[in-house]
């Protein structure tokens, strides 16, 4: 995800907080509780991407909650502090209209407008909300031109990223993060475009993470897939890449449809591009299509529209692209239908 540290909220700067940063010990996640928030860690994210259908009419859509701890008033007694902000995107791809709607929110915690449970995944963002109960998740989400009205239901086992949940993001051992997913979510619920309504079903991927920090000095961005299977398994991998477009750091993880689990070492995830997209609106070019080698096969991933670039300079800074993809084996086959990320080609992501 992006979150940049030089966004502005009421004249205090992310770029003035505390940085202390340390190697993440190995740990047990436990659920519920680790589906809520972790206040004590600078960086957190709750991320849902999908892809649904109403009759013949087919999107993608995106929502990401973030939290962001502030060293520097952690010491202050005044409820008015902003000891956490929280900040959200939603998106909405509209493949058959060939257009990306897109919102965002940003807030201090507290006062009823903003918070995030530390007990569960309960999670408030002004007029955003995302929660839990049992294995199923609701998000409402009501935006400018756009609307999504969600409930997601778990059909697998959580898959716990890099080693038992610590996933390692950098040479260094303090850039890691404490990270699950889960695949395969049985989606429903309606998605309105324009006072239009669609009701919609399809099949969705959550992604939480927290972290004291996660990027390297010399990376820049990174290129990230989460890719569900059209056989019931799912795929991750990512690279984090310098200025010269090399690797600093990979990984990911493929999970079988018999849930059969591998998790990648480094140097085992290869990113290629081989289709460049030019962003009219930032002139910022992008892969939009990419050979992936794995150890679980190579793969083409293709965007199924060039545009969907994310402009969230409002609330976290940055402009980054992610959209709705397909998944290619290497016979050329349709495998799977996901989200690809990409961060830091307009210019270098800092958090």
């Known amino acids: ?16 907080f505390g940085n202390t940063a340390y190697a993440l010990p190995a740990k047990t996640l436990s659920f519920p509780r680790d589906r809520g928030s972790h206040p004590d860690f600078k960086t957190e994210w709750w991320y849902i991407t999908g ?23 952690q010491g202050m007694a005044s409820k008015f502090a902003a000891k956490q902000l929280m900040f959200a995107h939603a998106a909405v791809t509209d493949v058959q209209g060939k257009k990306l709607w897109h919102d965002q929110r940003i807030s201090r915690d507290g006062f009823g407008v903003a918070f995030a449970s530390e007990t569960d995944m309960a999670i408030k963002l002004r007029d955003w909300t995302l929660q839990a109960d049992g294995k199923r998740y609701t998000a409402t989400l009501p935006a400018s031109d756009f609307g999504l009205k969600l409930q997601f239901t778990e059909t697998q086992a959580v898959l716990l990223q890099g080693k038992n949940g610590l ?5 260094d051992e303090k850039q890691a993060s404490y990270y699950y997913s889960q695949p395969q979510l049985a989606t429903t619920g309606s998605l309105v475009l324009q006072g239009k309504t669609f009701e919609i079903s399809g099949t969705a991927w959550l992604d939480h993470e927290w972290s004291q920090e996660i990027l390297a000095p010399a990376a820049v961005g990174w290129d990230w897939i989460g890719m569900n ?14 200025k010269a477009g090399g690797a600093v750091w990979d990984g990911g993880s493929f999970r079988s ?9 480094r140097g085992e995830v290869m990113f290629k591009p081989t289709r460049l997209w030019k962003s009219p609106i930032t002139q910022t070019s992008y ?6 080698r794995t150890p679980a096969d190579t793969f ?23 959209g709705l993809s397909e998944l290619l084996d290497n016979n050329g086959k349709k495998v799977g239908m996901g989200y690809l990320e990409m961060t830091g080609y307009g210019q270098p992501l800092r958090m």
């Open 1 to 16: 995800m992006t979150l940049r540290r030089d966004v502005l909220l009421g004249g205090i700067s992310l770029a003035a």
């Open 51 to 73: 892809h649904c259908a109403s009759g013949n009419r087919e999107f993608g859509f995106q929502l990401t909650f973030f939290r962001s701890r502030v060293d520097s008033t």
């Open 167 to 171: 996933s390692r993001k950098g040479p």
């Open 229 to 242: 299977m059209l056989d019931g398994g799912a795929l991750t991998a990512f690279h984090l890449r310098d």
């Open 257 to 265: 449809a018999n849930q059969t689990l591998r998790i990648f070492s």
């Open 287 to 292: 892969p939009v299509e990419w050979t992936v």
């Open 300 to 322: 083409t991933v293709k965007a199924v529209m060039d545009n969907q670039e994310l402009d969230s300079r409002q609330s976290t800074g940055a402009i980054y692209w992610e």
